[in-house]
């Protein structure tokens, strides 16, 4: 969970979501470029990360800026900088032929609840993520037996 990974998009990508299993993320991009987008998931509105989701894909870009400009932050990144992406958040990623790494972090004990109601929401909301193989129920075992 906490090593390197590669990540890489097409020419033109768009992702709205989590960060891995809700953790506070790093990218450091290689080749590329790309702007997050990024809101405290209470500011974002919707009832649940899947409604949440839906709402932003839905809207025009102009109106999903304006919200995360408002009640979060937006960032803009080449292969010059590095990017720390807080847990607790909604993002909206747009990358333009990207490479890089990602990694996630953790920090005090207001990340760790963050990180696992993040978890319990996308694991209601997408049972499909519940496959062990994809690591979003291990590290939800993991925090609840060590930190809760």
Sequence with gaps: MFGFLMF??????LCVGFTYVGTCDVHRLLEGSETILGAPFGKVPGCNIKEKRKLRLQQPFDAVQTLFTNEGFVATQDSSEIVMMPSGHLYVIVSSGNFGLRWSCSGDAADTTR?????????????????SALGYTAAMSYIESTFM
């Design 8 to 13: 890489m998009s097409g020419p033109q990508s």
């Design 115 to 131: 990180v696992f109601q993040s978890l319990q929401n996308l694991l209601e909301c997408f049972p499909e993520l519940k496959r």
